[in-house]
């Protein structure tokens, strides 16, 4: 149990241009949600909250009109990195909140790079 | 405000033998406490969780030890493998649904 589905897995995008990139719960439900930012050799940094039907807390730095969330439902959340520039390239990952007995669960990923 | 530390940053062993990962934390109220595995380029995957009212976790050849009074978890390889190297993060939130405060992680090498 516990599974969290993230895709995509890889994507190159032009600069200026928006990426969207979709984490979702195959087997449970949570109202919580947060996105990661990873630089190469680096551990995971919050980037922002997200509660089902509210708006997302950002972390101080992480700019909430570039990095949009939706978490439209228990199942769902999107992150849509707006007018991307080579500087956003980073290893992004999802998490739904604790699960009780299997703690939090991350999605495999995606890795942005921006030309 | 949780701090995480792991020690070492990085470890490089001999296939077979036994090891310790270090996480430390700086306040001993926490709510769980979470390993995880990373490959690279990979996503994180869940190794153990230790409750707050627990002391250790088993799966297989790892054991997670969890004392608050100390503010230290260890996760305990036995006869490591080379499918084994990987970068091991410890974690844990302030509550059950708070981020979690991973720590910067240690780079394991099972050298075959």
């Known amino acids: 149990g516990a599974v969290v589905s993230q895709h995509p897995s890889r994507v190159i995008c032009k600069s200026g241009t928006s990426v969207k990139i979709e984490c979702r719960s195959l087997d449970f439900q949570a109202t919580t949600m947060f996105w990661y930012r990873q630089f190469p050799k680096q551990s995971l940094m919050l980037m922002a909250t997200?509660?089902?039907?509210?708006?997302?807390?950002?972390e101080q730095g992480v700019e909430k009109d570039k990095f949009l969330i939706n978490h439209a439902s228990l199942t769902l959340s999107t992150l849509t990195v707006t007018s991307a520039h080579p500087e956003d390239s980073s290893f992004y990952i999802c998490s739904f909140g604790g699960q009780g007995a299997t703690g939090y669960t991350f999605g495999s990923g995606t890795r942005l790079t921006v030309v | 405000k949780q701090e995480v530390t792991q020690i070492p940053a990085a470890l490089s062993v001999p296939e077979g033998e036994n090891l310790v990962l270090n996480c430390s934390f700086t306040?001993?109220?926490?709510?769980?406490l979470q390993w995880f595995r990373q490959d690279p380029g990979k996503g994180l995957t869940s190794l153990l969780l230790i409750q707050s009212s627990q002391r250790e976790q088993t799966s297989g050849r790892l054991n997670a030890s969890l004392d608050k009074s100390s503010g230290r978890s260890t996760l305990y390889i036995a006869a490591s493998q080379p499918g084994d190297s990987a970068t091991y993060l410890c974690a844990s939130p302030l509550s059950g649904n708070t981020p979690l405060v991973f720590g910067k992680g240690t780079r394991l090498s099972v050298i075959a």
């Open positions: 997200s509660n089902e039907g509210s708006k997302a807390t950002y």
């Open positions: 306040d001993s109220a926490i709510y769980n």
